[in-house]
């Protein structure tokens, strides 16, 4: 088939041709916005789900039902070690620029302004915000110095500005997994702040099942504020369609049996559906697309999966690292003890300690029960096994 018609996207975060599978959670996203812009309450949400199955799709699906609500939404993707006060400070502004524009703000807004200076001054003095008006920072607010205060003062002064302009704001949080527990107490410590005053201001985030662990009071703040729905593989009738409908609208079809070759091989993971689908189309001469041809893929599938998808996802380990990886896989794609994966490796589970704690720190695996670790990318370990030795200086 011609590829420059080629409808399948199998990039991070590319919006699919059809976006199957996923109406339970915009349903909820939008239920959201209307509740708390009636000035009532609803549970945010976080998603959580492995690499690959639609979370950053899913984030800008809401960022485009925000804005057909005219709600204000600004999005960030969460990165180790970042500036997270400036992070903050930076996409304040530009909600409260969506709020409103400058000339036509009100009392409310030009005391968020207010309060964004002193939060700015406070948290990044060096990359103090200008948000080009002359509005100078207000004493007693968001300047304490304690995150949990202060971003309860700006989230508050936010809050109120877009109530003042009947309109609402939402942030949008990518791999929130990489939050500091401290960032994620000050978040939720902020949030409970805007719900005791009702106000129309929430934050929606997704990342992977490793969310950042949290003690006590904001735990149970946590619990309240938010569900963690989790997303997964599409089932097997969504799947095919992921992968089917994107061609039909061109014209063309796949053959029942090869759709279901495309969809037992990928597990309903919607990156490798996409990937698939691209190659397919590439090769295919003629419609329908049958399922030798197919089979026929495989090897180009798992070639473009393994320089792209996986390669990413493997580099900046160190070889200790990548060599644990590959000893889990050798038990399997299940979630492995620790003192299984130190015996293939023939040493200890103390001595692995570190190394284990690294890659959970890296986000390459998750902790999905005591003692358990899993990989966060599905079928890593069909990777592992294609491309690297048990043994290094043994060939395979
Ligand atoms: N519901 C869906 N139906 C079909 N394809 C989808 C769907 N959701 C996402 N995709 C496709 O899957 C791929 C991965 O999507 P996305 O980047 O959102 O995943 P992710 O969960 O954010 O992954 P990561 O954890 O690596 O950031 C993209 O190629 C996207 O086009
Ligand atoms: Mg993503």
Same mark, same amino acid.
């Given at each position: 088939m011609d590829p420059r018609l080629n409808p399948y996207t199998p990039n991070a975060g590319a919006r699919p041709p059809a976006l199957v599978g996923r109406d339970h959670q915009l349903l909820g996203f939008e239920v959201l916005l209307e509740r708390l812009r009636g000035g009532g309450t609803e549970q945010s949400m976080i998603i959580t789900g492995l690499r690959g199955v639609g979370k950053t799709v899913l984030l800008g699906a809401f960022r485009e039902i925000a804005l057909k609500l005219r709600w204000a939404a600004v999005e960030a993707e969460i990165t180790r070690h970042g500036d997270f006060g400036e992070r903050i400070a930076q996409l304040t502004r530009r909600a409260l620029l969506q709020v409103a524009p400058r000339s036509r703000w009100r009392e409310r807004a030009r005391r968020a302004a207010a309060c964004l200076q002193s939060f700015s001054l406070t948290f990044s003095p060096e990359g103090a915000?200008? @948000? *080009? =008006? +002359?509005i100078d920072a207000v004493e007693? @607010? !968001? +300047?304490? *110095?304690s995150l949990v205060e202060d971003l309860s003062d700006l989230f508050v002064a936010l809050g109120e500005a877009a109530r003042e302009h009947e309109t609402g704001v939402v942030f949008l949080f990518d #791999? =929130?997994?990489? @939050?500091e527990v401290r960032e994620f107490e000050a978040l939720i410590a902020a949030l409970h702040r805007t719900v005791q005053r009702s106000l129309p201001i929430t934050m929606v985030g997704a990342g992977l099942p490793q969310i950042p662990r949290l003690a006590g009071e904001a735990k149970s703040y946590a619990e309240r504020l938010f569900t963690f729905p989790t997303i997964g593989p599409l089932p097997a009738p969504a799947a095919a369609e992921a992968l089917t409908s994107p061609a039909a609208a061109l014209g063309v079809s796949f053959a029942p049996e090869a759709a279901q070759r495309v969809v037992d091989y990928t597990q309903g993971y919607p990156y490798f559906l996409q990937e698939y689908g691209k190659t397919v189309w590439d090769q295919a #001469? !003629?419609?329908?697309? +049958?399922p030798q041809l197919v089979t026929a893929c495989v090897e180009l599938v798992e070639a473009k999966l393994d320089g792209s998808f996986f390669r990413v996802r493997a580099e900046r380990t160190t070889e200790l690292e990548l060599r644990y990886l590959r000893a889990m896989a050798e038990l399997g794609s299940e979630p492995q003890r620790a003192s299984d994966v130190a015996r293939v490796l023939r040493r200890t589970s103390n001595q692995l300690g570190p190394t284990r704690s690294r890659l959970i720190e890296k986000g390459l695996l998750y902790t999905p029960g005591f003692g358990l670790a899993a990989f966060t990318v599905p079928q890593f370990d069909r990777y592992m096994i294609r491309n690297h030795s048990l043994r290094p200086g043994i060939s395979r």
């Open positions: 915000i200008s @948000l *080009g =008006v +002359d007693g @607010l !968001a +300047d304490s *110095g #791999e =929130v997994q990489f @939050l #001469e !003629a419609s329908p697309i +049958d």
